[in-house]
């Protein structure tokens, strides 16, 4: 076919076919072509326009990505600057609380571990305004006078959640 359209063309160019059927055939055959060469463009343009609205959704989604990296960025930072705050400040209270439990005796320091992991990790709590700040209950009358007489080195526990109490000026005894 295509060998034969060639040869024709060939023959038309230099003015050898002179039959009107093989002329009109071969203006029909043009014809066609255009047709489908007209179709491929219009196809072609769609295809094109396709593509652009694919591109622009990639490019938002790319832009969101990289906002969200950004975030996920920013997040990991005070995360880590965070971390390393409460590691400074374990640090710190580690070596405040090490003197301070070295100077207590064991069976105290022993009652306040034990207490500790049984109370949620608040062993001794302070009695202020007349009330355990451990369970916030207040403290009876009765018992205020009992603990307003007690010798200082004197172990009191909270009668309600069995905590060490630690007496301050703010006690209110
Ligand atoms: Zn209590």
Redesign the pocket.
Known sequence: MKARRTRDRDRMDQGLITNPKDLERMQHELESLERRISTLEDEELEVMARLEDAQRDLDALTAQVAEADEQLATLATARDAKLAEIDAELTTVVADRDPVAAGLPDDLLALYDKLRAQKGGVGA?ELRQRR??????G?DNAELAVIAAAPDDQVIR??????I?VRTPESGL
């Not at 355990?132 to 209950?137: A, F, I, K, R, V």
């Open positions: 709590a355990c700040t451990g369970c916030q209950l403290i909270c009668e309600e959640c069995s905590r109490l």
